[in-house]
């Protein structure tokens, strides 16, 4: 039994690197196509189109990483900082501190007389008492289940890889085929992304898979209509 508890954590975990993929993923896909639909749509340039799309991917994932690496650290300092603080209060102030236990106990539906028991009896337990608080008042866990550089590393690996998708296609074919083609395999791999969030999640497989699709498709088109209007209105204004 106990083995299968700590299974579920791994799991749980296995599917926390998975969400984090999936996210990096999506930003990879929708920042790049925007970019690369922008750039072919205003220069009509497939040189530019491909420099762009490279400096957009590798900064992107850069600045993704280092976000999500400083976010984490952060995270798991204020979240550490917070847990020694409940530590010691439990060392200076047990009194308060077991009432806190027993109001919390009542609070989900104990009596009194019930919730004293769990306070007493977690006083002669004190890593179960700390850790009764940590989770029930602060709502954390003192096992460090995040590993910020780990973060960084799957949120960049995943932003590049993303990236690759809308690109590619213009490193191979003529630009107006390579449009067509980035939007399609783009397309494809938000359908796919979907799916995996949809699995993830409560939101129903379709409706996450159209979700996506969506918002993915309508960053191409911002991308495509600001790269064909905003050339024309700076040739206007430079006449």
């Known amino acids: 039994m106990a083995e299968r508890l700590f299974d579920e954590k791994n799991r749980i975990a296995r599917r926390s690197r998975v969400r984090e993929f999936v996210f990096g993923a999506m930003d990879g896909l929708l920042v790049p196509l925007g970019v690369v639909s922008g750039v072919a749509a205003g220069t009509g340039n497939i040189r530019a189109v491909i420099v762009a799309g490279l400096a957009e991917a590798f900064a992107g994932a850069l600045s993704m990483a280092a976000g999500e690496y400083l976010s984490s650290e952060a995270e798991t300092q204020v979240q550490q900082a917070e847990i020694a603080r409940e530590q010691r209060e439990i060392v200076e102030m047990p009194a308060v501190e077991r009432e806190e236990v027993q109001q919390l ?33 602060l709502g954390l866990s003192r096992e ?51 799916y995996v969030k949809g699995r993830l999640g409560v939101m129903a497989i379709w409706k996450s898979v159209l979700q996506v699709v969506v918002v993915g498709l309508a960053s191409g088109a911002g991308g495509y209509v600001l790269g064909t209007i905003v050339p024309s209105l700076l040739e206007r204004a430079g006449r």
Do not use: Q
């Open 105 to 137: 106990f009542e609070h989900e539906g104990l009596t009194v007389d019930e919730a004293g028991a769990v306070s007493r009896i977690l006083e002669r337990h004190p890593e179960s008492w700390i850790n009764t608080m940590v989770e029930k008042e």
């Open 144 to 194: 460090v289940s995040t590993s910020p550089f780990r973060n960084a590393l799957i949120m960049g690996v995943s932003y590049i890889i993303a990236a690759a998708v809308p690109l590619a296609p213009y490193f191979f074919l003529p630009l107006v085929v390579a449009f067509g083609t980035s939007l399609i395999l783009t397309t494809i791999a938000l359908a796919v992304i979907g």
